[in-house]
C-alpha cells in the first residue's frame, strides 16, 4: 500500500476517532440535562475552542438551552464549580452550576449569553471610536470588578483554587519562566540567563510587596465576559484559574488585553471609574496609580508567553497574530517610567525593536521564502535576493521515474509521477529531514526579522524529483508559517507565489 494511501487512512481512522470522542461527550452531557430536567436533549453542539483543552458545548432542548463542559482535570473542574456559587454570592454577574457527574468531569451550567464583549466591539475596535452604550458596557464591567475586589472573602476555601491558592512567588515565578521558555527562546530572542533571572527575583519582590487583598479572577478579558442578543448584562465566564491576589491584576488583564486595543484616553477613564466604584479603592487611589504598571508588565510578560505557547511552539495561527498587540503594551511601557530591571529592559528593546513583532502580523512577517527546483547539469541556482546562502537538497538518490518512458513526457507536478514517488515511501523520508533543517531557518529568520531565504532541490534534469520535492516543501512552508512563498522551477520555465 503508497504511503499517501497509508496517509489518507491514518487521517480518516483519526477523524473517525474524534468523533467517537465527541459523540462520548455529548452523551455525558446528555445524561446530565436528563438527570436536571428529566427529559432528553433535542442537540448537543460543540462550540469551537480557543487555548483551552476543555470542550464546550450548546446542550439544547424545550427544558432549556444549557452549557455542558468537558474538563481534563478534577481540580480544576471542582475549582471552578465552588467559585461559581462563591462568586455569585459574592454579587459578581457569573453562569451557575447545575448538574455535575458522579466524576466531576462533565458539568451543565447555564447559559452565560450569545456574544463575547470582545466580539461585540469589534465594528468600534476597528474605527476607535466608541458608543455611549459601549462605553456603558466596560464601566459596567469596572464597577463589577470593583465590587467583587472589595467583597468579603472571609470564609472563602482557598484549598479549592487552581493550581494554586494565591498569586504569591511561586505563582509569578512560573508566569516570568512562562514568558522565558515560550517567548523568548522560541523566539530566538538573545538575553543574559543569569542577569534575567536576577531582575525576575526583584520583580517578584515588587509584585509581592503590592499585597494580596482580594480575589483576582487572572484571566479577566473580554473574550471571558458575555452578553444577551441586545449586548447588554455582561456576565464574567473562564474563572477557574481565581486565586487571592491584589486587585490590578485583573484591572490590567481588562483593560491591556492586547488585542482589545483601547486607546489610552478610555483606558484611563475606565480606571477611574474602577477607583471611584468603591470608598476602599477611592482611599487608596495613589498607592494603586503608582503601582499599575508593575502588573502592566507582569500581565503582558504572561501574555506573550500564552502567546509564544500557543503561538510559536503549537503554531495556532490566532494566538501568533496576536503577538503584536501585546508587543505594543511593551513599547508603551519601555517609554515610560521602568523599575529598575537593567536585563529585563534590554530583552524587552529587542523584542518592541523587532521588525517581526510589528503590526503587520507575525504570521506574514517581512521574510520571503524562495523554494525552487533545477537541473544539476545546468548550474547551481542563483540567488536573486543578492544575500547568499539558503539551502540546496540533492535528490538524486531518489528513484528517478524518468528512467521509465511512460514518466519521461511528465514532472513532479503530474498525478502519475506523485504516486510512483510516494507509493516508494522513501522521499518523505528524504523531505522530513529537509524539512527539520528549513523549518528551523525559518522560525530564526522571522524572529530575527530577516528578509529572505532560498530552499532549492535539485536532480539529474530538473523535472521529476526536484520538482515534486518543491512544490511539497512549498507547500508546508506556506501552511506551517504563513510567510510569502515564491516558487521556481527554473528548467520548466514555471514561476509562481502562494
Not at 532549492?456 to 530538473?462: I, N, P, R, S
Amino acid at each position: 500500500m503508497g504511503a499517501k494511501r497509508v496517509r489518507h487512512i491514518l487521517k480518516n481512522e483519526f477523524s473517525t476517532y474524534l468523533c467517537g470522542i465527541n459523540h462520548i461527550f455529548m452523551q455525558r452531557l446528555s445524561d446530565l440535562y436528563k438527570k436536571l430536567t428529566g427529559s432528553l436533549p433535542e442537540a448537543v453542539i460543540p462550540i469551537a475552542g480557543a487555548g483551552s483543552e476543555r470542550r464546550y458545548f450548546h446542550v439544547c432542548g424545550e427544558k432549556g438551552d444549557y452549557i455542558g463542559t468537558i474538563g481534563v482535570s478534577e481540580a480544576e473542574n471542582n475549582a471552578f464549580i465552588y467559585m461559581s456559587a462563591r462568586f455569585a454570592e459574592m454579587g459578581l454577574p457569573v453562569p451557575r452550576v447545575l448538574a455535575v457527574s458522579a466524576d466531576r468531569m462533565a458539568y451543565l451550567q447555564t447559559n452565560a449569553g450569545v456574544v463575547s464583549l470582545f466580539d461585540y466591539l469589534s465594528g468600534s475596535r476597528e474605527k476607535g471610536v466608541y458608543s455611549s452604550h459601549e462605553i456603558s458596557l466596560l464601566e459596567d464591567v469596572m464597577r463589577h470588578l470593583a465590587v467583587f475586589h472589595t467583597a468579603d472573602y472571609s470564609d472563602f476555601d482557598f484549598r479549592l483554587c487552581y493550581p494554586r491558592g494565591a498569586m504569591d512567588d511561586r505563582a509569578i515565578t512560573w508566569d516570568l519562566n512562562y514568558f522565558k521558555y515560550s517567548f523568548l527562546k522560541p523566539a530566538g530572542i538573545d538575553f543574559d540567563e543569569e542577569k534575567l533571572e536576577n531582575d525576575f527575583r526583584r520583580l517578584v519582590g515588587m509584585i509581592e510587596s503590592c499585597g494580596m487583598d482580594a480575589i483576582i479572577l487572572r484571566d479577566c478579558q473580554s473574550r471571558n465576559i458575555m452578553l444577551d442578543e441586545q449586548g447588554n448584562y455582561p456576565v464574567f465566564i473562564d474563572f477557574q484559574g481565581a486565586r487571592k491576589g491584589c486587585g490590578l491584576y485583573d484591572v490590567v488583564s481588562f483593560l491591556w488585553q492586547a488585542r482589545a486595543a483601547f486607546p489610552a484616553s478610555l483606558r484611563q477613564h475606565l480606571f477611574d471609574v474602577y477607583i471611584a466604584s468603591s470608598p476602599l479603592l477611592t482611599s487608596k487611589s495613589q498607592v494603586l496609580k503608582e503601582k499599575l504598571p508593575l502588573f502592566v508588565l507582569l500581565r503582558t510578560l504572561q501574555v506573550l508567553g500564552a502567546y509564544g505557547f500557543l503561538g510559536l511552539v503549537k503554531r495556532k495561527e490566532h494566538f501568533i497574530k496576536s503577538i503584536p498587540a501585546a508587543v505594543d503594551n511593551i513599547r508603551e511601557l519601555i517609554s515610560g517610567d521602568f523599575p529598575d530591571l537593567p536585563e529585563l529592559y534590554k530583552v524587552l528593546q529587542k523584542i518592541a525593536s523587532n521588525p517581526s513583532f510589528r503590526k503587520s502580523g507575525y504570521v506574514s512577517g517581512q521574510l520571503v521564502v524562495t523554494v525552487g527546483s533545477f537541473a544539476y547539469k545546468m548550474g547551481m541556482p542563483e540567488d536573486s535576493s543578492g544575500n547568499g546562502g539558503g539551502f540546496v537538497f540533492d535528490c538524486r538518490a531518489l528513484h528517478n521515474p524518468g528512467r521509465y518512458e511512460e514518466y519521461k513526457p511528465l514532472t513532479g507536478r503530474d498525478e502519475a509521477v506523485i504516486r510512483f514517488l510516494e507509493e516508494r515511501g522513501e522521499v518523505q523520508d528524504f523531505l522530513a529531514s529537509a524539512w527539520n533543517l528549513v523549518d528551523y531557518s525559518v522560525e530564526r529568520y522571522m524572529a530575527r526579522g530577516f528578509t529572505s531565504l532560498s530552499v532549492f532541490f535539485g536532480c539529474t534534469g530538473g523535472r521529476h524529483r526536484s520538482v515534486y520535492c518543491a512544490e511539497r516543501t512549498a507547500k508546508h512552508i506556506k501552511e506551517r508559517f504563513g510567510v510569502e512563498v515564491h516558487l521556481r522551477h527554473r528548467e520548466r520555465k514555471i514561476s509562481e507565489t502562494i
